[in-house]
């Protein structure tokens, strides 16, 4: 009897040791910030150290933290293994916003298995190796913005697979590989804004089957029959587009990409008229008023380069609307006469051709 008594005693003895030791746990966290902040945020234990001029990570943090911000502090470098190495692996959260990073080691984020946001926006990163990311494997948001990005390569993400927002504006990127986003299926978010694309391979956002918003303003965007399709795939997929201006071809200079209506497969030689030895043949080009349209034969711009002796050529051109028309009547043709013409909408960047073989046979 006096046996079973003294265990029980024991039992609550060991009880009040471990709840004091819970107490002190909680104390420790919020002590040992120096002049950081700490404090609970959203049910997490957040340490802000922001604009505190620190140059590194502070060493002595406590491994509970699960929200650290480090933004505005002169870092320079995420180096191998270092929240391992400060004991940071319940990070859910990390911000280092305007550190002057220009080095993330590929290893760096090892460890940080449970991280859901990084912004790393506002430094000086101008590439990130894919492999970076292998350790995050929960990341929900990627903050690159503001960087100096130049391209995203074929690697640049591992597979991440909860990763739902990826922000890449304000970088300088000219390139952007086919299967950039391929490992990373539930993307919902690509912002791409103020970057310095051209174009996008068509394919960079297929199989992307949550993806809802991808936002390319501010890229000097070449608005031509192949960005055409680009944007027409865009569509098809239902997504929310936010569009670039063009910069490119020089007569669509400051119109959106969706506002400019670039005459794809829509100039068409619409009729052939034959009035005895005049025949003439019509072209005509819907969406593209006061732009060119122009007949060539045997690689040559009929009315701009000489040399044709025979047939000669009359040309008539009128912009009514939204048509224009340039119409060629070639005079007194020939009992025997076969030739391609071909009528193509000026300028080569926006290269839009139709053929017809015009052969006569007088009887
Ligand atoms: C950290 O503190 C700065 C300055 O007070 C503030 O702007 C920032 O929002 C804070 N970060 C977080 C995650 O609350
Ligand atoms: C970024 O930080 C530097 C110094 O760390 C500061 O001079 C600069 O104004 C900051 N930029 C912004 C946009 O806050
Ligand atoms: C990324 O790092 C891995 C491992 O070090 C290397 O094999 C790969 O070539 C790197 N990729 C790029 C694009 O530098
Ligand atoms: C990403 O970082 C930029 C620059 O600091 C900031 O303006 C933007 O709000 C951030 N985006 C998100 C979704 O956190
Ligand atoms: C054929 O075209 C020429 C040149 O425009 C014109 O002088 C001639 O009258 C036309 N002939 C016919 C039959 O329309
Ligand atoms: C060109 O031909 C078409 C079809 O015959 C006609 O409707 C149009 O008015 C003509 N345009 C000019 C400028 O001759
Ligand atoms: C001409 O183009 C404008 C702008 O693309 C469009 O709003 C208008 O309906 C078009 N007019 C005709 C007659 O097709
Ligand atoms: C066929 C044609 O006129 N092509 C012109 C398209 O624009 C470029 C640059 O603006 C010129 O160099 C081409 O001659």
Redesign the pocket.
């Known amino acids: 009897m006096i046996k079973m008594l003294s265990k029980s005693v024991l039992f609550s003895v060991l009880l009040i040791v471990t709840s004091c030791v819970a107490n002190q746990e909680i104390e420790d966290w919020t002590k040992n910030c120096k002049k950081c902040s700490c404090k609970w945020l959203n049910g997490r234990r957040a340490v802000n150290c922001s604009n505190l001029k620190l140059d590194e990570i502070p060493s002595d943090l406590s491994v509970e933290i699960a929200d650290l911000d480090l933004s505005y502090n002169p870092i320079h470098e995420l180096s191998k293994e270092i929240f391992m190495i400060n004991g940071l692996i319940n990070l859910r959260i990390f911000r280092c916003?305007n550190c002057s990073l220009s080095n993330l080691n590929i290893n760096a984020l090892r460890g940080l298995d449970i991280l859901i946001k990084l912004?790393l926006?506002?430094n000086n990163l101008d590439r990130i190796n894919g492999s970076t990311f292998q350790f995050t494997e929960d990341l929900i948001?990627l903050?690159l913005?503001?960087n100096k990005l130049t391209f995203v390569d074929n690697d640049f993400l591992s597979d991440l697979i909860n990763l739902r927002?990826i922000?890449l504006n304000d970088n300088e990127i000219e390139w952007i590989g086919e299967s950039a986003f391929k490992r990373v299926p539930a993307l919902r978010l690509i912002n791409l804004a103020n970057n310095r694309l051209k174009r996008i391979n068509t394919d960079v956002f297929k199989n992307l089957q949550r993806l809802r918003t991808v936002d390319l303003q501010g890229n000097p965007w070449i608005c031509d029959c192949q960005s055409d399709e680009f944007r027409r795939k865009i569509s098809e997929q239902g997504l929310l587009l936010l569009s670039p201006s063009c910069a490119e071809p020089s007569i669509l200079k400051g119109k959106t990409w969706s506002e400019a209506d670039i005459p794809c497969d829509r100039s068409a030689i619409t009729s052939i008229k034959i009035v005895s030895i005049n025949i003439t043949l019509s072209c005509e080009a819907i969406g593209f008023s006061g732009h060119d349209l122009y007949w060539m034969t045997d690689g040559k711009i009929i009315g701009k380069d000489d040399g044709y002796s025979f047939p000669k050529y009359v040309l008539s051109k009128a912009s009514e609307g939204n048509y224009t028309w340039n119409n060629l009547t070639i005079t007194n043709v020939a009992d025997e006469y076969q030739r391609e013409y071909k009528c193509a909408i000026q300028n080569s960047s926006l290269s839009n051709e139709n053929k017809v073989i015009l052969v006569v046979k007088l009887l």
């Open positions: 916003h912004d926006s506002k948001q903050n913005s503001f927002e922000l």
